[in-house]
């Protein structure tokens, strides 16, 4: 075996206890098998939880003193974001649907309490990065699988929400996260890298981006547009690095010029939004959404109309328009903000901002782009998807959202934790 390889196993692996270990492989098979079935997931929950009270009380005391400032903000904010959701069953009527939501969003809560409660000193950043790749790779492997099959049962090509059975917003925003996560990777550690590494990090983009380009998700290619510009522009303002960030520029554009012309139906597709837009079209069904959903807000503040009565609030307004797919449909928001406006009101909105605000600014400070990309992967799907009101949204925030904060360091005692863990490794 390499000497690099075994140093880096080494590194991940050595130095943990037992029940450090044990979470550490639970964080691993949630990662494996999230792209395929969020179910599984939901049965590995409860290892986890109760892998966390162990160690809490192994270590005879509650809390995490490795966290930092703002980690132990975000997880509180989200904590108060469920807490109010709870507050608001006081003024909803259907409360039937308001538990069935709440106890569908109570794995968010599960994960975000692990962290807060036991030490999660062990969390390096290479620990996580090592979480990371596992998802990473996964998510290939899934792409490999689904390209086969596609070509064995249709002896052709596929541009298709249908090429994956899971949601196409949902495995875009898998997507998003990843890409930015790569992007780290390049940035900070390709140096670190033998090419042969690097040569396969680089066939992984290509595959992540095919996996994007094959699910045809207007929300995700316009999210990695909006990605990709950012990177640049950070290069040649941030970095100053004028050179690279027009090559980076020079390189999008042959690429999308390309992928424009040679998957004509796909491209077609994604421009047809836009051309839509722009000649006020308002046939789009997320226009009858989005209307709706303004109007019940606007009907309902300042404290919205609770969790359970959002839907009964929203058919009642299609049936007002006359809307008869849309009640047949039964559709929701289709927007996290919107969804939390018209259910908690202006508190509601407040703290969900206030979720992804505080871990972005930190985020940017460190310059920690997986952490970034994580928020930004969330909070851009959120804009066309309602991704907190199913399980393989809920599942994804959860998880990932406690690897990545549970592992910034606060403090000096929380770095010098950190460090002990990594010294000890190697």
Known sequence: ??????????????????????????????????????????????????????????????????????????????????VYQL??????????????????????LLFVLCPLAADSGYLTRNRMRMLMWIFTLSLTVKFIIRFIVMLAVSHKFVFASSFDPVHHTYIAMYLMFVLG???DEWLNHRKEMSRTVQLLSYLVVLIMLAYLVMVLSR?????????????????????KEVRRGLLMLAAVA???????????????????????????DTSDARYLIFG?????????????????????????????SGEDSAI??????????????????????FLLLAALAVPAVMAWRRRDFILMSLIFSVAFSGLFEAILNRQMGIMFCGLFLMVALASQRGGELGEVKGKLKEVKGS
């Open 219 to 239: 929300t995700g290619i316009a999210g990695l547009v909006v990605m990709v510009f950012a990177i640049i522009a950070y290069h040649i303002f941030g970095l």
């Open 87 to 108: 507050i608001s069953m006081l003024y909803t009527d259907n409360s039937a649907d308001g538990w069935d939501m709440i106890l569908r969003r109570l794995p968010l």
């Open 292 to 320: 709706s959903s303004l109007k019940g807000i606007s009907q309902s503040l300042p404290l919205g109309v609770g969790i359970g009565d959002k839907n009964d609030v929203l058919a009642k307004i299609y049936e007002e």
């Open 254 to 280: 042959v690429v999308g010029t390309g992928v424009y012309f040679l998957l004509p139906d796909g491209s077609r597709r994604l421009t047809q939004t836009f051309e839509e837009m722009s000649e006020g």
């Open 1 to 82: 075996m390499d000497l690099r390889i075994k140093d880096s196993i080494n590194n991940i692996f050595g130095g943990m206890k037992p029940l450090e270990m044990s979470e550490f492989a639970l964080f691993g098979l949630m990662a494996i098998v999230l792209p395929y079935d969020w179910q599984l997931v939901m049965w590995l929950l409860p290892l986890l939880v109760v892998n966390t009270i162990v160690r809490m009380v192994a270590a005879r005391r509650i809390g995490n003193p490795a966290l930092s400032k703002g980690a132990r903000w975000t997880l509180w904010l989200v904590v108060a974001f469920f």
């Open 181 to 183: 996560f790569l992007y």
């Open 328 to 349: 047949q449909a039964q559709y929701n928001s289709h927007n996290i903000y919107l969804d939390a406006m018209l259910t908690m009101g202006i508190p509601g909105l």
